[in-house]
Structures are given as structure tokens and as C-alpha cells.
């Protein structure tokens, strides 16, 4: 080929789907080497649409985390959440599929009938294949799930420790069109710097409380400020935690402001590491009655428009 033959760009939207908890944000983080979505061991920490972009002189991948899918949705917000699934459907190029080696789906389940009519390319990731040490039984996993639907391939990784993802790197750019970049190059996520610092916030949330807290939690952004004078620049950050009822307040305040003083700092460390300033993070703590299912709090939050 001629040296001066100018290369084919490639781009397209790339979906992770799966259940809650399978490692769906932890795949796109290593995908895109950076931690676009917050990442914990608790079902239902992803509660938004994320993009997470991937560029290249020659190609741009935009990745799309998606909260799990909820089978019997309980609040107006976890509908909310599932349509975010659904709005993933639409504009599709490659669908990664990710399932762990626990993972159940009927052969009727909904979600092949999906990919059926989306009629787009279908990778099976068997993600946390560091847990299936034996290749026989991989290979058994692989042949039960083919029986479910005819996916395009089907590939084993272990997202947490970047195990398999180059070479799934590789096998999406075979499935990807030819087309200019969506967004610009230098451009990681299609979302504002505002809420990566309430997602920081609110993983520490999942990650310091327990049980019902931060399923009941919601973080907004009240201000946002950038300090360029400062060398390291200074953010100034105030954000509101809002929760259910004033018992919760209380557990997250906690015996003198011990609880929330944590929180404060565990958050702020994770902030300057992300934004690669200092940062002044002031939080504070108020209740809105049952938010989860009130339209209004719904749209400040960002579920609806």
C-alpha cells in the first residue's frame, strides 16, 4: 500500500450491558485507563448513562456504562435507570454482554430478544475470569451460554486486574464502522467536571455506610469553583448529600461529625488525584423526602429531563 494512502478512521458507540455487580464499570475503567465510572462492591452504584472515550489517531471508541438492569424495579428513580438500558439500544454499534461465572439468565430472557431485534454484533464478556482457573470449565461456561444466543464471540476477561482487555481492545476495533470521531480527541467522557465530583462523593457514600444508606443517598454540586491563580490550581467544591429521612442524616453526620469528616477526606484525596489540583470540599447533609420517587428530584438529579 501506498505510504501517502491515508488510513481509515474508525469510530462507534460500544454498550456494556449486564446485570448489577458483574463488573460492568470496572470493564469500561480498564478499557479507557481511566476511572470514568465509580466502582464498588455493592450492587446498583452506576445509576447513570456514562460515556467513556477511547481515541486514537485512527479510531475513537466511545464506551457506554449502564446501570444493571433491575428486574422489579422499586422506585420512579430505578425505572428511570432502566430506560438509561433501554436508550442504550438505540445507538449501538457492538454490544458487550458482560456475565461472570455465577450469573443466570433463562433462555427466554428478554434481553436476547433484544439483541435479536437490534440486530448489532454481540460479544459475551465472561468477566472475573480470574475465578475459573480451569480452562475446561471456561470453555463448559462459554458453550452454555451459546446455547442462549449465537454471540459473535465470546471472550473471557478479568477486568479488575486487566486481564484479556488489550486483546478485547482489538476484537472491537474488528467490529467497528468506518467513520470521523463523534467527539473531540481529547475529550474522555461526554460528562461535566460537576458530576465526576458528586460520583466520587457518592462512591465513598457506598463505600463508608451500610444497608439502606446509600441507596437512599443522592449528591448534587452546589458550587464548583476553579482557582487558576493558585499553583496547583485550587477547586473549591461545596456539595449537598441528600437523603431520605432525618435518621439517615444523623448516621451520616455521625458522634460529632466524625462520620461526615471522613467522608470529607476519603472524597477530597480522590478528587485532587482526579482533577490533579488541590481541592477544598465542603459537604453538607440534607433531607428531601422521598426523592427517589419524586419527578421533580428526579430531574435535579439528572434521571429525567
Do not use: C
Not at 428486574?71 to 458487550?96: C, T, W
Not at 480522590?270 to 428531601?288: G, I, P, Q, S
Amino acid at each position: 500500500m501506498d505510504d501517502n494512502t491515508p488510513r481509515k478512521h474508525q469510530s462507534g458507540f460500544v454498550n456494556i450491558i449486564g446485570h448489577p455487580n458483574v463488573g460492568k464499570s470496572t470493564l469500561m475503567n480498564a478499557l479507557v485507563g481511566e476511572n470514568m465510572s465509580i466502582v464498588t462492591s455493592k450492587p446498583q452504584t452506576t445509576r447513570h448513562r456514562i460515556f467513556g472515550i477511547l481515541s486514537s489517531s485512527d479510531f475513537q471508541i466511545v464506551f457506554s456504562d449502564t446501570p444493571g438492569i433491575i428486574i422489579d424495579p422499586r422506585y420512579k428513580m430505578q425505572e428511570h435507570m432502566n430506560k438509561f438500558v433501554e436508550g442504550s439500544f438505540e445507538d449501538a454499534d457492538l454490544f458487550l454482554f458482560v456475565v461472570d461465572k455465577y450469573d443466570k439468565y433463562a433462555a427466554e430472557d428478554p434481553i436476547f430478544d433484544k439483541f435479536r431485534k437490534a440486530k448489532i454484533p454481540v460479544i459475551l464478556i465472561i468477566n472475573k475470569s480470574d475465578l475459573i482457573p480451569v480452562n475446561d470449565e471456561l470453555d463448559k461456561l462459554s458453550n452454555e451460554w451459546k446455547e442462549k444466543y449465537p454471540f459473535d464471540f465470546v471472550h473471557p476477561v478479568s477486568a479488575l486486574y486487566k486481564l484479556g482487555t488489550q486483546d478485547l481492545l482489538k476484537r472491537i476495533l474488528e467490529h467497528l464502522p468506518e467513520s470521523p470521531a463523534y467527539f473531540d480527541k481529547d475529550h474522555m467522557s461526554d460528562r461535566s467536571e460537576r458530576f465526576f465530583a458528586s460520583e466520587i462523593i457518592r462512591e465513598k457514600i457506598f463505600l463508608h455506610y451500610k444497608e439502606e444508606i446509600p441507596y437512599s443517598s443522592e449528591v448534587a454540586i452546589d458550587t464548583f469553583k476553579e482557582d487558576e491563580t493558585k499553583d496547583p490550581m485550587l477547586i473549591r467544591i461545596h456539595a449537598t448529600i441528600y437523603v431520605e429521612r432525618k435518621t439517615q442524616k444523623s448516621i451520616i453526620i455521625g458522634k460529632g461529625g466524625e462520620k461526615i469528616k471522613q467522608l470529607g477526606i476519603d472524597a477530597r484525596k480522590d478528587l485532587e488525584k482526579f482533577f490533579e489540583a488541590h481541592v477544598y470540599l465542603e459537604l453538607f447533609v440534607k433531607v428531601k423526602e422521598n426523592w427517589r420517587d419524586d419527578d421533580q428530584s428526579l430531574r435535579h438529579f439528572g434521571y429525567t429531563h
